[in-house]
Structures are given as C-alpha cells and as structure tokens.
C-alpha cells in the first residue's frame, strides 16, 4: 500500500527534523540491516563472475554509507570534500567488510559461523557510527572553528591506521600477483595519506608531493618485505608501521618535530630492524632464535 503525498511531507519533515547524531545511528543501523540482509546472497554467483570473493556486495554497503553520510551532513559538502570527507567512510567500510567477510568464509560449522556473524554485525554498527561521527566533526571543522576538531582529527588518524593495517594484511595474506600487491598498496597508501594531510589543511601541491613520497616509499617497502624471508603477518604488522611512522612525520610537517618523536620513530625503527633479524626464516640455517 503506497503512502499518500501528504503521508510522504510529513514522513519527510520528520527525516529532515532528526538531529545530526539520530541521523548517524540510522545510517549505522541501516549499513548493518543491509550487511545481514545480503549475508545470503553472492551476487558472484548470481552474476557468473570469477572472482573469490564477493565485491559487488561491498561495493553496495561502501556506496550505502557513502550517501548516508552525505544525508548526516545535511549535504554541507562542497568541492574536494566529495574526495576526502566522504570517501573516507565508504573506503574504511569496504576494507572492514571485507576483512569479515574473508574470515566469515573461512570458518566451518554452523554454530561457529552464526556467532561471528552476531559479532561482525555489532562491529559494523559501531565502526559505522564512529566513521560517520568522525567525518561529520571534520567537515564541521573545516567550515567553522569547533572544539571537537583536533579529537576528530585524532580518531582519524587511528581509523587510517587500523584501516590500512587490514588492508595490507588482506592483501599478503593471499595469493595475488605480486605487482596487484604493489598496485593495491600503493592506491591505499595514497587515498589514505591525502585525505589525512586534507585534515591538517595543507594546500593541494603539499598534500600532492606528500602522498606521492609516501606512496613510493610504502611500494618500496612492500617489495623488499615481500621477498623478505617472513610472513604475511609479520610483513603487514612491519608494512602498518613503516606508514605509521610516515604519516606521522607528514601529519606534523607544519610542526617542529621535537626530540620525542624522534626517539619514538628510532625506537620503532630498531624494533623493525630486530624483529626483522629474529623472524627471518633463513632456509637451512633456519631463524638466528
């Protein structure tokens, strides 16, 4: 039965009347109905397509939470903003879903399954409603001057770090052609790294030179980890850090690096260099512990 015209005004007075954090839980609840909705279906299938995992599911909830956030924001989005403030949910969504989705199909038995599901369906909602949160403080931010902005900057950065960390361990962790790898990392390493400098209010050339020295030294270090005799989950957790010490020094280019940090990037260097040595599987001669 379809609503009436004036069903419809109402229906939309009372959308339009929702505070911005209603807003973002309903978006949250949403992405999570439409992520259980779908659990039973593979559109890889459905569609014949070779491929081992199903991406057009994700690509639906990515561009789902894409919109949504557009909605939260009261489409106050203008300009680049389309490229960094909300690109950087749907791309933080698609890497977590497909984070669960592979570790979904990866466990047998039914009851084993149905209890992640239950748990990836809460983490869902909760990393839903904390992206969303985050890239409404950052665009209220770059509008006009608030508190909140450097908390939001903050919980930014960590996201991206938690983000690009499963990317990189989704990526080594399966048998792809190694220049998909490189490509792979390189794409994440510089979607990533502009929209964070984007927070800091760095102009376009800066944010430009910036990503792309990251990009090229995050490729560079993937191929020296991948011939690197360790795991893949070593080579993410080395990987995740190297970025991690990287965007941290770019994050703070406006800023005179004082002698903390830089005992902290040495420090997580030594760590790198160590645990590199003693992990090695060096054939033969096997690991030096």
């Known amino acids: 039965m379809f609503l009436s015209a004036d069903s419809l005004i109402l229906f939309n007075k009372f959308i339009m ?21 779908l659990r039973g279906v593979n559109f890889v299938e459905l569609l014949e397509v070779d491929f081992p995992f199903d991406f057009i599911k994700l690509f639906i909830i990515s561009i789902l939470m894409y919109v949504g956030s557009f909605w939260v924001l009261n489409y106050r989005v203008k300009g680049e903003r389309f490229f960094t403030v909300l690109l950087f949910p749907s791309l933080a969504i698609f890497i977590l879903l497909l984070y669960i989705e592979l570790i979904i199909n990866s466990i047998f038995g039914t009851v084993g399954r149905f209890v992640t599901e239950v748990f990836a369906s809460i983490l869902v909602m909760t990393v839903s409603y904390v992206l969303i949160l985050t890239t409404n403080i950052l665009n209220i931010g770059y509008l006009e001057k608030i508190p909140l902005t450097q908390a939001g900057r903050a919980a930014h950065y960590v996201l991206t770090l938690i983000s690009t960390y499963l990317f990189f361990s989704i990526i080594f962790s399966n048998s792809l052609p190694a220049i998909i790898k490189f490509i792979a990392v390189g794409v994440i390493s510089y979607l990533f790294t502009s929209i964070a400098l984007w927070t800091i209010d760095l102009r376009f050339n800066q944010r430009l030179i910036s ?20 795991g893949s989950e070593y080579l993410s957790l080395i ?31 030594i760590v790198i260099v160590i645990i590199l040595l003693l992990i090695s599987n060096w054939g033969i001669n096997g690991r030096l512990v």
């Open 239 to 269: 990987l995740s850090l190297f970025y991690y010490m990287a965007l941290g020094i770019a994050l703070e280019i406006r800023e005179v690096l004082n002698k903390r940090i830089w005992i902290e990037y040495v420090f997580l260097y």
């Open 17 to 37: 009347r929702l505070s911005t954090r209603a807003r973002a839980i309903l978006i949250a609840l949403t992405i999570t109905w439409v992520f259980i909705a």
């Open 211 to 230: 990503s792309l020295g990251i990009t090229l030294m995050m490729v560079l270090a993937s191929f020296v980890l991948l011939i690197w005799p360790i």
